[in-house]
């Protein structure tokens, strides 16, 4: 194998079981100082999802298949994707086209933000206390990228039909590819929106949105790795709320009456909570970490409309 700018000697005459690439490339992660933010917080997660997704097999495999020996056309593979990712400072997901979320998977390329939204805990619970499945008829997942809330409530709830709007056409693309790969075509459909204002008036049980909601001066200071996700679904303007505000001006003429909006605004929290005051949003905690998503009802969004 030809050598590259930091590329490690490749130990293939010494390590030769998953076990043995799992922990070599974790201490690679962990020299190189790599960042992880895409869907594990560790060099060792980061290190075995790596290592599965280059062997084809699923996050979940047995672990009695640990000690089983690669080819060497398999090692040389995970030492390639290794470089890449220290070397490029490639999301994982980028590299293997393939990210879970809610214990789905999915596939994702640069033309989508990479999924790792904590709504999948909400998802997985049903969105109890506030939705009950068997009244649950429509959806909407607004600015959808790849697809993965929406096609992930679409599994939830298997009597919805669920509309997934993006503007992008590259995200529309791949989160088109994802109806396909789940065989929801008939459940789940796909249309080119900036927020509410090409989706033809309907109302949904519910509106589930991760929208673009990175402040300036957090867009200026993230890591390399998120430099190779679209700007277009990070960026929304000096304090990170240029999206949301209208998504809270027009969710309410969207909802059933007993409809409910869940949104995730991240690290724009503070700034939501400053800017509509007074707005009675419930603050959401997760199991499995997460914060700045907030759920508010249709009645709400029409009763405090004047203060978005």
Known sequence: ???????????????????????WTASYFNQAKVFFGHGTDNAWDEAVLLVLGC????????????????????????????????????PLA?????????GLPFY??????????PIAEL???GFTPW????????????????GCIGIACAMAFPEAKVDLSDVSDDALAVAEINIRNHHLEK????????????????????????PPYVDAQDFADMPEEYQHEPPLGLSAGAD????????????????????????????????????CEGVPFLWLDFERGGHGVFVLTAAQLKQYKSLF
Not at 2 to 12: C, E, G, I, V, Y
Not at 108 to 117: C, G, N, T, Y
Not at 131 to 146: A, F, M
């Open 123 to 125: 998802i997985e619970r």
């Open 55 to 90: 062997l084809h097999l699923p996050w979940d495999t047995d672990h009695t298949a640990m000690d089983a020996r690669l080819t060497r056309q398999e090692k040389e593979n995970i030492c390639r994707v290794v470089v890449r990712r220290v070397n490029e400072r490639i």
């Open 187 to 210: 459940r789940v459909s796909h249309l080119r929106s900036n927020l509410f204002n090409e989706i033809p008036l309907k109302v949904y049980d519910l509106i589930v949105t991760n």
């Open 240 to 275: 990170g709320l240029d999206c949301i505000r209208e998504i809270l001006k027009k969710a309410g003429d969207y909802l059933t009456e007993y409809g409910v909006l869940v949104a995730e605004v991240g690290n724009s929290e503070a700034a939501l909570r400053t800017a």
């Open 94 to 102: 980028y590299l293997t086209n393939e990210a879970w979320f809610a």
């Open 108 to 117: 994702v390329d640069e033309r989508v933000l990479i999924p790792r939204s």
């Open 1 to 23: 194998m030809s050598q590259t700018k930091n590329q490690p000697d490749f130990p293939l005459d010494e390590l030769h079981t998953l076990r043995d690439y799992i922990r």
């Open 131 to 146: 939705l009950c499945g068997d009244e649950v008829h429509q959806i909407l997942d607004l600015c959808t990228g790849s």
